[in-house]
């Protein structure tokens, strides 16, 4: 968790850089906002459509990273779509998986992404980062208001509904899946001094003692936290993901019954593989599992950046040499689009 802080205001929402190819034209892409009253969290949602409009030039916007121009607000395709809702890592946002929305979108899916409320860039609640099991209520909270719109609502395949997530979002779709987190487990590591080097957070200094002394706020919390697997999910991706040190044992998984894909990368360097990614895999005995070797880090998920990005934030955005990003990317694309046409068909 030590760095996921650092991408800060390089992902302010600004639109695209080139063209996509299509079945149905263009990428759509539109911003909506919802607020569980119930928790007291805005919840805002980045949904990419297939749509049959065409860009205009005000759609085409430079941008500091590498992505498909948009049709911003552009009306939906016709027909029905399967739907895959994504989860972001801690400290980024909704558009951090962009790249990979915009490719399941071609091949025919909606995607909608959410903003965990107190845990992005711009919105820092220290509580929040140590909340994990407000992630996937959000998912299901997000779930239920699109398929009650008047536009998503008549368009989702209702059976066919994946999620996918990266780093605390990977955790937070398996959450979804059925697995149930030991908070108690998880504490105690993050009492150690291991655990305590994860959340040395610069931006959130207060973190460190929150997580040493919230051991009753944990407790008392999870009395009142409802089932966090929501069967309305089919399927399950998480990349890279985090909060593992809350899983000891397979009974953990026992009600995790659907299709599971994880992967991982090899030199991740915020959750390590061998702790992480293949931890959950070995745990999750149906789970698909696929790593990038070598040198990949745990950032490659992130969009490419422009050069001027790159060198303002090289440890975010610099690769080691021996890795192409937009190489990860394609493979990673092919990976899920794979796994959910399986998976959901």
């Not at 759609?59 to 911003?72: A, N, Q, Y």
């Not at 909608?112 to 140590?130: Q, R």
């Not at 040395?200 to 009142?224: G, Q």
């Not at 959750?271 to 950032?299: A, D, N």
Request: glycine letters at 6%.
């Amino acid at each position: 968790m030590k760095y996921l802080l650092l991408i800060a205001v390089l992902f302010i929402f600004i639109k695209g850089s080139a063209q996509p190819s299509s079945a149905f034209n263009e990428i759509g892409q539109t911003t909506l906002q919802f607020e569980d009253k119930s928790r007291n969290r805005i919840l805002i949602t980045e949904v990419w459509y297939p749509t049959p409009d065409s860009l205009s030039s005000a759609d085409k916007k430079t941008s500091p990273f590498k992505r498909l121009f948009t049709v911003e607000d552009g009306k939906l395709a016709p027909g029905k779509f399967p739907l895959i809702m994504m989860s972001h890592g801690t400290g980024g946002n909704r558009l951090n998986l962009e790249w990979l929305a915009q490719a399941l979108v071609q091949n025919g899916f909606i995607v909608a992404a959410v903003d965990h409320w107190g845990n992005t860039f711009d919105n820092k609640i220290p509580v929040e980062f140590i909340k994990p099991w407000e992630r996937p209520l959000d998912m299901s909270y997000v779930l239920s208001e699109l398929l009650n719109t008047e536009t998503f609502g008549k368009v989702i395949l209702k059976e066919n509904i994946g999620a996918l997530g990266f780093s605390f979002g990977g955790y937070t779709v398996l959450a979804l899946a059925g697995a149930e987190l030991d908070y108690q487990i998880l504490l105690d590591y993050y009492n150690t001094p291991e655990g305590q080097k994860e959340v040395e957070l610069p931006e959130l200094p207060e973190m460190a003692e929150l997580l040493t002394n919230s051991r009753s706020f944990f407790m008392e919390s999870i009395a009142h936290i409802p089932k966090l697997k929501d069967s309305r999910f089919k399927a399950f991706l998480a990349i890279s993901p985090g909060t593992s040190r809350g899983f000891v044992s397979e009974k953990q998984f026992e009600e995790v019954s659907d299709p599971v894909f994880i992967i991982g990368c090899e030199a991740d360097e915020i959750t390590p593989v061998e702790f992480y990614s293949r931890h959950y895999h070995k745990l999750i005995p149906h789970s698909e599992y696929y790593e990038f070797l070598g040198e990949t880090g745990h950032y490659v998920m992130l969009p490419e950046a422009i050069e001027e990005v790159k060198q303002k934030d090289p440890f975010i955005f610099m690769d080691h040499p021996s890795i192409d990003r937009q190489k990860i990317h394609r493979k990673t694309q092919q990976l899920c689009m794979d796994f959910f046409n399986k998976s959901l068909n």
